[in-house]
C-alpha cells in the first residue's frame, strides 16, 4: 500500500532583532540580570493567570507557530495567538518553580535555564511523546529561555512555552 507524501513542516521564521545595544545603561551587569529574571518570570505569569494582552509586551519571539495552528485567528492578534496556543494547542503555560541557571552573555542578552511547576505544585517532565520512548526522547524538566533588551531598553522573552503535542 502506498504511503502518501508528508509536506515537511514549514521553515520558521526567522526572527529580527535589532542590532543595536542600548547606550544609556546605567545600572550593573547583575541589576540587568535581575530585570531580565524579573521579566521572564512575569511572563509565564501573566500567561498562567490567562493576562494574555498584557504578556503580549513581554514576548518578542515568533508567533508563526500559533499562526499555522490558528488559521482563523487574525495573525497580528497577540493575545488571542497566545491565548489559544495555551489553551488549545499544547503550550503548556505553567508558572516557573526555580531558575537552575542563568548567564549574561550581553548587557542585552540574558540566558537561562528554568524549571516549571504543574498545576498540582510537582515539578514539571515533559517526557517522551507520540510512540516515542524514554531511551530515544529523554524526560526534560529543564528548559532554555532567553531574554533580551531592545533599543528601547525594554526586556522582553524570546521563547514560547514548552510545547506538550
Known amino acids: 500500500e502506498a504511503v502518501p507524501d508528508i509536506a515537511p513542516p514549514s521553515t520558521p521564521t526567522p526572527i529580527i532583532i535589532a542590532a543595536c545595544t542600548p547606550t544609556n545603561i546605567t545600572e550593573t551587569p547583575s541589576e540587568g540580570m535581575e530585570k531580565a529574571r524579573s521579566t521572564l518570570i512575569r511572563f509565564f505569569e ?23 495552528w490558528n488559521i482563523l485567528i487574525d495573525p497580528k492578534d497577540h493575545a488571542a495567538l497566545l491565548a489559544a496556543g495555551c489553551e488549545l494547542n499544547g503550550l503548556q503555560c505553567l508558572q516557573v518553580k526555580r531558575i537552575v541557571g542563568e548567564k549574561v552573555v550581553s548587557s542585552a542578552e540574558y540566558h537561562f535555564t528554568v524549571e516549571f511547576l504543574n498545576q498540582d505544585g510537582s515539578l ?23 531574554v533580551i533588551r ?3 531598553g525594554e526586556f522582553l522573552v524570546l521563547e514560547l512555552p514548552v510545547y506538550v503535542p
Not at 501573566?46 to 499555522?68: I, K, M, S, V
Not at 511523546?129 to 526522547?137: K, R, S
Request: proline share 8%; charged share 20%.
Open 46 to 68: 501573566l500567561l498562567n493567570q490567562g493576562e494574555y494582552e498584557r504578556a503580549t509586551a513581554l514576548y518578542r519571539g515568533d508567533y508563526q507557530p500559533l499562526r499555522e
Open 124 to 146: 514539571f517532565v515533559h517526557g517522551p511523546c507520540c510512540g516515542g520512548n524514554a531511551t530515544d526522547f529523554p524526560p526534560e524538566s529543564q528548559f532554555a529561555y532567553t
Open 150 to 152: 531592545n533599543c528601547a
